[in-house]
């Protein structure tokens, strides 16, 4: 673009999971995360203390760790009480997350987001990828050793959507910084909405050793 996404925008971002758009945005410590789940995973007591952590996590009063955990889809400690097995891996694997996370900025319109950016020269799967996210476990296959990864993979599947490494951030942003005015000649209706998704990457890339983790309402 002419102008570059995100110059002259002085509004403060409003960094409240959920304060605005279709999703809500955190920057995950993985590496951090990772290194406790795996270590509790491993305990020589067994599943025990990765799921009473589990439960201390979803008994915390902090308000961004309710806020994340409102919009997750688990079962929860009356259940998870009754059953001290791999079958809540994938439960423990994303409260346990809470800790981890910092709020940021969130897409404001994901889906016209997704919708918009073929028309701009993205293939569909790299526009889906950028509006949803990579599959989770991915993200746990980039730092799980192989024996966690097979443990959580039959509970995992796919279909849990939610993550960008940094390397999909910087792609996206000089893909971003390339586009000139021409490109939005039949499309204007698209500017605020790359302007927007450039503020939000941009933003996230500020926490380099941090991955962008998005959940929708």
Known sequence: MATEPGHGVT????????????????MLDAIGFHHEFEALLDAPNGLVPLRDRAVAVWDSRDQLTR???????????????????????????????????????????PATLRRGLPALGWHATEARRLARGRELLTLAERHLASSSIE????????????????EDLASAITKMRSLDRQSFRDCQDLVP???DAFEVFESATRKPDHVLLTLPH
């Open 151 to 166: 443990r959580l993979l039959p509970r995992f599947g796919w279909g849990h959507k939610g993550w960008l490494s940094q």
């Open 11 to 26: 509004e403060e971002p409003n960094l409240r999971a959920g304060a605005l758009g279709e999703t809500s945005s955190w």
């Open 193 to 195: 909405v790359i302007e």
């Open 67 to 109: 806020e994340y955990l409102g919009l997750l889809s688990v079962a929860g400690p009356d259940e998870w009480s009754y059953a001290c097995d791999d079958s809540n891996l994938v439960d423990w694997y994303r409260v346990l997350m809470a800790p981890h996370l910092t709020p940021t900025r969130s897409l404001r319109a």
